[in-house]
């Protein structure tokens, strides 16, 4: 079973960056990767996904601030979070996606919080 761990999660001011990572315990070249978040008293919600073939989709609140990138080599996947915003609080999820078979993985989650 694959099991997520993210990591760098914490806290930024308003306008600053943050790098998210999610490091798989097995190869994840047969899966979409993704960033979901849900913030308190909201649902999950996806933030931006890159299929195992190196499209990605952004949620519109993201686009253009946030940037889904993957190492297949290292199984590893990262939200580069540029531009931040009180709303952009929450806990950020990855989660793997097989293509091959009906499989997801979630990770624990790890909490980014925006000051203003």
């Known amino acids: 079973q694959m099991q997520l761990v993210e990591s760098g999660g914490g806290l930024v001011q308003a306008g600053g960056s943050l790098r998210l990572s999610c490091a798989a315990s097995?190869?994840?070249?047969?899966?979409?990767m993704g960033w979901y978040r849900q913030a308190p008293g909201k649902e999950r919600e996806l933030v931006a996904i890159?299929?195992?073939?190196?499209?990605?989709n952004y949620a519109d609140s993201v686009k253009g601030r946030f940037t889904i990138s993957r190492d297949n080599a290292k199984n590893t996947v990262f939200l580069q979070m540029n531009s931040v915003k009180p709303e952009d609080t929450a806990v950020y999820y990855c989660?793997?996606?097989?293509?091959?078979?009906?499989?997801?993985?979630w990770g624990q989650g790890t909490l980014v919080t925006v000051s203003s």
């Open positions: 989660n793997a996606r097989s293509v091959v078979i009906t499989l997801e993985v």
């Open positions: 890159m299929t195992s073939g190196g499209s990605t």
């Open positions: 097995r190869s994840i070249f047969s899966y979409a």
